[in-house]
Nanobody, 121 residues
Framework: QVQLVESGGGLVQPGGSLRLSCAAS????????MNWYRQAPGKQRELVAA???????NYADSVKGRFTISRDNAKNTVYLQMNSLKPEDTAVYSC???????????????WGQGTQVTVSA
């Protein structure tokens, strides 16, 4: 019913920047929290950044000051600007959203397919 499509991943040198996008489409009445997670090989998935519908944000300590999450509610899209990238930021990045299909329904969680970010010289 809802699709989340990420874009913007790729290979970047240490110290470089990337901007990830995640667009939600389908049966959407409203979206509450939108989040970015990442999972590196052999590690558990971790929450990188979160943004509420009103715009308040939270970040993992490891990315504070380097990553910025933002959203465009008119486009149902969340962004992750990643600066000063480090090799340890290498992971598959996935977006997640809590979506309400109509004014009477509960929020349901949806996930994107993930996009690879590789930071290497």
């Amino acid at each position: 019913q809802v699709q989340l499509v990420e874009s913007g991943g790729g290979l970047v040198q240490p110290g470089g920047s990337l901007r990830l996008s995640c667009a939600a489409s389908g049966s959407i009445f409203s979206i509450n929290a939108m989040n970015w997670y990442r999972q590196a090989p052999g590690k558990q998935r971790e929450l990188v950044a979160a943004i509420a519908s009103g715009g308040s944000t939270n970040y993992a300590d490891s990315v504070k000051g380097r990553f910025t999450i933002s959203r465009d509610n008119a486009k149902n899209t969340v962004y992750l600007q990643m600066n000063s990238l480090k090799p340890e930021d290498t992971a598959v990045y996935s977006c997640n959203a809590a979506v309400q299909h109509d004014r009477y329904s509960d929020y349901s969680q949806y996930w994107g397919q993930g996009t690879q970010v590789t930071v290497s010289a």
